[in-house]
């Protein structure tokens, strides 16, 4: 199954997804990464097949997506479906958060992933 993960093909991707993270992005990371969760150490923009998830616990097998108003359209939320239900279909779960909520309530945005982590 480690095919699966941290293709190299998208390799470089991931790197310039790291270096350029939304404000979101960097605030919830501050919030999660040196394993400040339970322990659980989080990765940024991780491989998953042929998609690039935000964050990633490969230990409880958690996803983390940070969505912007670039999903709010149609196509991008049949796209995010898509993607997503591959990602589940590895037995990985997924939890969605939108960028508004990392701003203005990351403490409820913390418990609901904690609540994963149980």
Request: net charge positive; charged share 30%; glycine share 4%.
């Amino acid at each position: 199954m480690a095919m699966f993960f941290n293709k190299i093909e998208t390799k470089e991707r991931r790197r310039v997804l790291r270096l350029f993270q939304t404000k979101a992005e960097k605030l919830l990371w501050s919030k999660i990464k040196r394993k400040q969760l339970n322990g659980c150490k989080f990765r940024r923009q991780y491989g998953i097949g042929p998609y690039i998830v935000d964050f990633y616990c490969p230990e409880i097998r958690l996803a983390i997506e940070v969505d912007g108003p670039t999903h709010d359209n149609h196509l991008a939320k049949e796209y995010d479906d898509f993607r997503q239900r591959y990602i589940e279909s590895l037995g990985i779960r997924v939890v969605r958060v939108y960028n508004e909520e990392v701003y203005c309530d990351i403490v409820s945005v913390i418990s609901r992933i904690k609540s994963y982590l149980v």
